[in-house]
């Protein structure tokens, strides 16, 4: 976890401080750093994080040596491969950049490992189908990138992207089987098979980009490859919504916390693929692409880590969590700044006004200011070791 | 009757130790005291409790006040795993009698929608 948040701050950084550049503060270096940008919060940051709580999630199970293994190998190797990519990207060490790559993709093959023996261990497939797919497309990703930068490759993005995204809708998968009739199930199938072949859409489209070829092509593929992601969260908006409609007087407080920010992200899961959309038909609206790549990975992703950090944080440190102590600032921050952000993207499009530049770099900073004060909000409120046994 | 064993490390080691259901005579107050205890225990994200949602599969009692809990969980491998085990660990201990309690997790059989209190079918509308 410390290593997911090191690239995290990294990739932070590097994000922020480029916008400083963009204000007249030129560096090299840190433009370097930039481009690994993207690399730095995917695998650096969310893909370690993401392993990390699954292996927080085995300590009250029986596994067996090979499941101990691959998981206890998927975090460090992808975490180390971002690592050594972005180092050969930085200082120009060009020849170590396809040791990274390989790192990346050997982390996601234990990855994906560790989930089949999950799967096979509880029964319960048809998230595994979801998180499977997930880590395929990390894989493709992290393979493409052998051969390309990821820069203003659609279909290489959207596969960085769909690994946090279906990885989440797998977990919600999880979690939808307790709220939804049996016959209900049927739909979560249709969806992983149309996810499957969203993926599918994006590593051609990707491909197509790699090897030079037409763009309307590559954006006609990654429309279609939209359109069951954004089905799938107003699907699971929706079913979210009418539960808690049902029980909201029986809801803890942990419980309300969760879902205020679940139904905040599933909005901007839909926002996302609407903007993207947007662009791939040529709309004449400047900066959608920007704007959907960060309603997806601050306002999708981020949300859903505020929401399941309190979860995560007691589960790796061991330590037990006060619900009461949480609070809804960081969601209002991450809030504001994705709205600004959005609306810089989009008005950066138009004009490079000082009004767009000076909303995306406050944006930035309040994005810091979140994860800062999220960490020190779960500190405060996991302050006592869980407990371990009766006092004698 | 059996008794924690003295050189037990760990959460779920002396679950070996157990009798067999029908020789259990736990006291009957702690018994309720515990299935109330576990009714207080929530996935983090379904407003509904533990029990009622079916996830307890098994709970047994000795007369010296041990606890064996036998659950699953809502999701493999994932936080909410050692989230619930917490949150059922210090339900049941903070049950005046019980003297100690060993939560196992399992997977087997699969939770199904049938496992439900009919009164928590009927509310989440399944």
């Known amino acids: 976890m410390a290593l997911g948040v090191f690239a995290l701050m990294l990739g932070l950084f590097a994000g922020i401080f480029r916008l400083m550049a963009d204000n007249g503060v030129p560096d090299a270096l840190l433009s370097q750093l930039y ?28 596994v067996s040596g090979p499941l101990t293994l691959t998981s206890t190998i998927m975090a460090p190797l992808t975490w180390l491969g971002a690592m050594v990519y972005t180092l050969g990207e930085v200082w120009g060490i060009k020849p170590i950049m396809p040791l990274g790559v390989g790192l990346m993709i050997f982390g996601a093959s234990a990855f994906v490992a560790s989930l089949y023996m999950l799967a096979q261990l509880s ?18 990703g992290a393979l493409e990138l052998g051969f390309a930068q990821p820069e203003h490759d659609m279909g290489m993005i959207m596969l960085f ?31 992983a098979y149309a996810l499957t072949v969203a993926v599918i859409l994006f590593s051609v489209s990707s491909t197509i980009t790699i090897l030079g070829g037409v763009d309307y092509v590559t954006r006609a593929l990654s429309l ?41 992200a599933y909005m901007w899961g839909v926002v996302g693929p609407l903007l993207m959309g947007l662009y791939l038909l040529g709309a004449p609206i400047g900066g959608l692409y920007d704007a959907s790549i960060h309603s997806f990975a601050i306002g999708f992703v981020g949300t859903m880590f505020l929401a399941h950090g309190p979860v995560i944080f007691p589960a790796v440190t061991g330590r037990r969590l006060n619900p009461i102590l949480l609070n809804k600032t ?48 779960l500190v405060r409120a996991t302050g006592t070791r869980a407990q371990v046994g009766k006092p004698r | 009757m059996w008794e924690r064993p003295s050189n037990v ?10 009798v067999t259901p029908e020789k259990l005579t736990g006291s009957p107050n702690i018994r309720e005291g ?63 009698g019980v003297k100690d309690v060993v939560v196992q997790i399992v ?12 009164q928590a079918r009927r509310d989440l509308g399944i």
């Open chain 1, 224 to 264: 279609f490859g939209l359109l069951p992601v954004a089905a799938i969260m107003v699907s699971y908006y929706t079913i979210e919504r009418e539960t808690f409609r049902k029980l909201s007087t029986a809801a803890q407080p942990i419980q309300r916390y969760v879902v205020a920010h679940t139904r905040t």
């Open chain 2, 34 to 96: 515990v299935l109330e205890a576990l009714k207080t225990c929530y996935d983090p994200e379904i407003p509904y409790n533990i029990v009622d949602l079916g996830l307890i599969y098994d709970l047994q009692i000795s007369d010296e006040g041990y606890v064996f809990v036998k659950m699953t969980v809502t999701t493999p491998a994932c936080p909410v795993g050692p989230w619930l085990e917490d949150q059922v660990r210090e339900a049941v201990l903070s049950v005046p």
């Open chain 2, 9 to 18: 490390e760990g959460r779920r080691s002396f679950s070996d130790q157990l």
């Open chain 1, 123 to 140: 029964h319960m497939e048809i998230p595994f189908l979801y998180m499977v797919l997930s880590v395929f497309s990390l894989m493709v």
């Open chain 2, 107 to 118: 997977f087997d059989p699969p939770w199904t929608p049938d496992k439900m209190s009919e």
């Open chain 1, 330 to 377: 960081p969601l209002a921050l991450l809030t504001l700044s994705t709205i600004l952000r959005v609306f810089g993207d989009l008005a950066s499009g138009a004009t490079h006004s000082v009004v767009a530049t000076t909303a995306v770099w406050i944006s930035g900073w309040i994005i810091l200011i979140v994860v800062l004060l999220f960490l020190a909000t």
């Open chain 1, 161 to 191: 992207l769909g690994f946090p995204i279906i990885f989440i809708l797998g977990e919600r998968v999880e979690l939808m089987g307790f709220l939804t009739a049996v016959s209900y199930k049927k739909r979560f199938i249709y969806s």
């Open chain 1, 35 to 62: 481009d690994s940008h993207s690399i730095l919060m995917v695998y650096g940051f969310i893909a370690t994080l993401i392993m990390t709580e699954r292996v927080a999630g085995l300590r009250v199970l029986e």
